[in-house]
């Protein structure tokens, strides 16, 4: 989040300053205006494409802090049911409109072939309310003890 907000600063000075025609980049540290001038395929006139190597741990930690499914949406029954009570379709018709995402995942490709090891898997712990309870079932005890 850090990295997105000092883009948006410095994207804002940039154009506060004068600048036009450029996207801004972190380079050894400090922030240099891309001009599209310069970036541009002339045939094409679009960017060229920077690819972002998924197996790496900055990849990894930018993906968990993203609101995204996963594979525990798909794996979990009752968290399923929920997102496809929200997006008013079926169970089956969700998962055919959507696990496609899981099977194209690259992370989990390189997962399951042994480039990535997760210290933890991807769940949806994180988002439960105390009244869920412990992953194991057990309740979570929401008094305050005065020791």
């Given at each position: 989040m850090e990295y997105t907000r000092d883009l948006g600063f410095s994207a804002s000075q940039f154009i506060l300053n004068g600048g036009s025609g450029a996207m801004i980049s972190i380079q050894n540290g400090r922030f240099v205006p891309l001009y599209f001038k310069d970036i541009l395929d002339p045939v094409t006139k679009r960017t060229k494409v920077r690819m972002v190597d998924p197996s790496s741990e900055a990849f990894y930690?930018?993906?968990?802090?993203?609101?995204?499914?996963?594979?525990?949406?798909?794996?979990?029954?009752?968290?399923?049911?929920?997102?496809?009570?929200?997006?008013?379709?079926?169970?089956?018709?969700?998962?055919?409109?959507?696990?496609?995402?899981?099977?194209?995942?690259?992370?989990?490709?390189?997962?399951?072939?042994?480039?990535?090891?997760?210290a933890s898997s991807e769940s949806n712990a994180a988002h439960k309310t105390l009244n869920d309870g412990l992953p194991n079932g057990d309740e979570i005890d929401q008094k305050i003890s005065p020791e």
């Open positions: 930690i930018a993906r968990r802090y993203m609101l995204r499914l996963n594979k525990a949406d798909f794996d979990d029954p009752h968290e399923l049911a929920k997102l496809a009570a929200t997006a008013h379709i079926p169970i089956n018709e969700f998962k055919k409109k959507f696990y496609y995402l899981i099977e194209n995942d690259l992370l989990y490709k390189h997962v399951e072939d042994g480039n990535i090891f997760l």
